[in-house]
Nanobody, 123 residues
Framework: QVQLVESGGGLVQAGGSLRLSCAAS????????VGWFRQAPGKEREFVAS????????YYADSVKGRFTISRDNAKNTVALLMNSLKPEDTAVYYC????????????????WGQGTQVTVSS
């Protein structure tokens, strides 16, 4: 089992920045790929970004490419999502999730989930 806890959400004005953090405990964190997903009210959960187990490969949704950066520190068992140039359409609950094996942008492929953290971007 891997336990994931997100933090860092909040209210920010459009154009601002937030840094989300995902803290992991349990099984060897460095064995797992980690993804960030988000879910806005009335919408399906969507892929935001993912990072490989040792951090060499990153993937981003087109909607956040160039604005968001995912990184990880396996020594501290954390994954961060730095979000710049935030837009009102980025408003959602953000979740981190873990999986073994290769990359995926599908939520159903991820085995472990945090409880989510709310990000609200005002216009």
């Amino acid at each position: 089992q891997v336990q994931l806890v997100e933090s860092g959400g909040g209210l920010v004005q459009a154009g601002g920045s937030l840094r989300l953090s995902c803290a992991a405990s349990g099984r060897t964190f460095s064995n797992y790929r980690v993804g960030w997903f988000r879910q806005a009210p009335g919408k399906e959960r969507e892929f935001v970004a993912s990072i490989s187990a040792i951090g060499r490969m990153t993937y981003y949704a087109d909607s956040v490419k160039g604005r968001f950066t995912i990184s990880r520190d396996n020594a501290k068992n954390t994954v961060a999502l730095l979000m710049n140039s935030l837009k009102p359409e980025d408003t959602a609950v953000y979740y981190c999730a873990g999986k073994s094996g290769g990359t995926s942008s599908y939520a159903d492929d991820y085995d472990y989930w945090g409880q989510g953290t709310q990000v609200t971007v005002s216009s």
